[in-house]
């Protein structure tokens, strides 16, 4: 094979960049014509379509994708040879990381932990809602999503969910607010409790769990964000319904004490991925660095 071309290279990182082969055009004083020529070269060499055209808008393929990713490193390295007199630097590669608006910090920090510190990768890390993430695995602008929910998936877009852990759910509030006890029917009977909302599994499985106790609980706070969850029940207002690893270090340093862990309950973890002929290999090191389980094909 021929050497790359860069400068088809170059033509192709700017219409990526602008996402519109006209205004490309004019910024660089080429015509439209001669900068489609320079990237359908350059598709030829390396033997994938880069663009795929939505009405008037250019989307990158998963090949373009990839193709970015390589263009922004080569010519970010250019630059650190411009300025190596003044300092010095390494090429990065990207990681793009979806999480869950509301998932515990701690979690998300334990699966980043393999990469935090390495000079050679940079974390781009983004929340949202469940459909904002799967629409940027869709779209390829996120590599993995970490979630508490199993996602649907149909033969378009076949989701791989892998499951990294799953956690115990507990009681958990101030000591002075359990007075030596630890019985979850007489807690759940006397004392109020911070819940997570109803469509979050752990509470469903908890109603379950209060119906076969006999017990009515006195609901203080419905709270969808375990962050939230962690600061309210910090306050010693009530009791919260919630894995420990949300409040592993106040547990630690005694402001928080679990009082039981809820039979049966637990809160499912989950890095979810798409199938990829381009699978991002920093991804792949952080699933095998999880020592997770197989994981699961989503289907509905």
């Keep these: 094979m021929a050497g790359l071309n860069y400068n088809h290279l170059r033509y192709f990182w700017a219409v990526a960049q602008d996402g519109n082969l006209t205004r490309t055009a004019e910024r660089l004083n080429v015509s ?21 055209r ?33 300092e010095s630097g390494t090429t990065r590669q990207a990681v793009r990381i979806g999480a869950l608006a509301t998932l515990s910090r701690n ?34 602008t996120l590599d993995v999503v970490l979630t508490n929910q199993a996602p649907a998936s149909d033969a378009l877009t076949p989701l791989i969910a892998h499951r990294l852990s799953e956690q115990p759910v ?23 409790v911070i819940l997570p909302t109803s469509d979050n599994s752990v509470r469903r499985g908890f109603d379950a769990l209060a119906d076969r106790l006999g017990v009515r609980p006195q609901i203080a706070a419905e709270v969808d964000d375990m962050a939230m969850m962690r600061l309210l029940v910090r306050e010693g207002m009530a009791l919260a319904v919630l894995p420990p690893i949300v409040v592993r270090d106040e547990l630690a340093s005694g402001a928080l004490v679990e009082a039981d862990a809820l039979p049966g ?36």
Excluded: W
């Design 32 to 52: 439209q014509s001669a900068l489609s020529v320079q990237i359908r070269k350059l598709e030829d060499q390396l033997g994938h379509p880069l663009f795929e």
């Design 54 to 86: 939505r009405g008037r808008q250019l989307h990158l393929t998963e090949a373009g994708r990839i193709a970015l990713d390589h263009a922004d490193s080569i010519f970010a390295t250019g630059e650190e040879l411009l300025g190596t007199l003044r």
């Design 107 to 140: 979690f998300q920090m334990s699966f980043l932990k393999p990469v935090l510190g390495r000079t050679d990768i940079e974390i781009i890390l983004r929340s949202g809602s469940p459909s904002e993430l799967l629409l940027g695995l869709q779209s390829l």
């Design 170 to 192: 507990s009681l958990i509030g101030v000591s002075s607010l359990l007075c030596g006890t630890r019985s979850v029917a007489k807690l759940l009977a006397t004392l109020p």
């Design 265 to 300: 309950l637990v809160e499912t973890f989950y890095a979810v991925t798409v199938d990829r002929r381009f699978p991002n290999p920093i991804v792949r090191s952080l699933l095998l660095g999880a020592s997770m389980p197989e994981p699961v094909a989503v289907t509905r």
